[in-house]
């Protein structure tokens, strides 16, 4: 793996100097790590662009440390450990890391596609792959004390023993909402939930195992203050009725959700529906030699998984090393069959 000094992909910073290699992708989270490697397999160089500052992507950012349960061969596993293992095996194709670095212009010079990074190197390419996944992600504010993010306010919770013996509030009713308390319940002192409506969005299987646990679940209740001196010490949390209770809390975790867009990418002269890119058969955009694969690439009957973005990043870096070099095959043969 390369960027400037060969640092790790967890390392940011960019090369002075432009970069050229024969396939740029444009994400750096699952889909876009198995697409280098797979490059690498095809006998292409790539270089991998990420506004993030480590590999990863979504998983990383919001929720290494939950189970995953829908990557062919693995009953579950951690999402830090899936990240972990792609980027071993994206090794063997040697990429170039940008990673906190955002791709801001797309422009065509001598038959390549030149792409401009913010406060970096253009990387000239033949053909590009966008992995974005659902693009810049910005996570919904809790409104009675986004003051304290950071300082006993999170969103995500990237180590879970952080919170060990602590006292947390998990603020929502979705997935994520359900994923945290269960996480985190073996470990912390006491687990509340807190939902501003009677029913929740995350699916019956999850809340059921919650609610077996014994986790307090506040229903029709907001959190509607934070305390502390100097640091978080306790939430006051109100009913719907009016009542009030004060609950002690050293974390609370808002999982209330977050936007998201695509950013300069959707300028980019493609054609874009509900954050998704258009793709053929071929995943191919509607523009010459730019692909997408995962959550970013939209066609009839998609179904977003991470199993499915890996399947779509072979089927986009085959059909680039034909468009590379017509001469080659498309079917490359099996991985199993090569030394």
């Known amino acids: 793996m390369r960027t400037a000094g060969r640092p790790e992909p967890s390392d940011t910073g960019s090369p002075s100097e432009n970069i050229s290699v024969d396939v740029v992708i444009v994400g750096a989270g699952p889909t876009g790590l198995y697409a280098a490697y797979y490059a690498g397999f095809r006998g292409l160089s790539v270089a991998i662009v990420d506004s993030l500052p480590e590999s990863g992507g979504q998983i990383t950012a919001m929720y290494p440390e939950k189970q995953i349960f829908d990557v062919a061969g693995f009953p579950a596993v951690l999402g830090r450990d899936l990240v972990s293992a792609l980027v071993e095996q994206a090794k063997q194709a040697d990429p170039i890391y940008l990673l906190g670095c955002k791709a801001t212009t797309l422009d065509e010079r001598d038959d390549k596609l030149v792409v401009g990074i913010e406060d970096g190197p253009d990387v000239h390419a033949g053909a590009m792959l966008i992995t974005a996944g659902i693009g810049e992600f910005t996570p919904r504010p809790l409104p009675a004390g ?93 009913t719907k009725q009016g009542d009030r209770e004060v609950l002690p809390a050293q974390t609370v975790v808002a999982a209330l959700g977050f936007t998201a867009d695509l950013g300069p990418i959707e300028s980019w002269g493609f054609h874009v529906d509900h954050r998704q890119i258009t793709v053929d058969t071929t995943m191919a955009t509607t523009r010459d030699r730019i692909y997408a694969a995962g959550d970013v690439a939209g066609y009839p009957g998609k179904v977003k998984l991470i199993s499915t973005g890996f399947g779509e990043a072979a089927t986009a870096i085959n059909n680039i090393a034909v468009l590379l070099n017509p001469d080659a095959h498309l079917f490359p043969g099996h991985s199993s069959n090569m030394e």
Request: no cysteine.
């Open 146 to 238: 986004n003051e304290w993010l950071g300082n006993g306010l999170v969103h995500f919770v990237p180590q879970l023993d952080k919170h060990r013996g602590q006292d947390v509030v998990v603020v929502g009713g979705g997935d994520s909402a359900f994923d945290w308390v269960i996480a985190l319940h073996p470990i912390a002192a006491s687990v509340t939930l807190v939902h501003r409506r009677a029913r929740f969005r995350a699916a019956q299987a999850i809340v059921r195992q919650a609610s077996d646990l014994g986790v307090r679940m506040m229903t029709d209740a907001e959190v509607t203050a934070l305390r502390g001196d100097g640091k978080l010490a306790e939430v006051e949390v109100t």
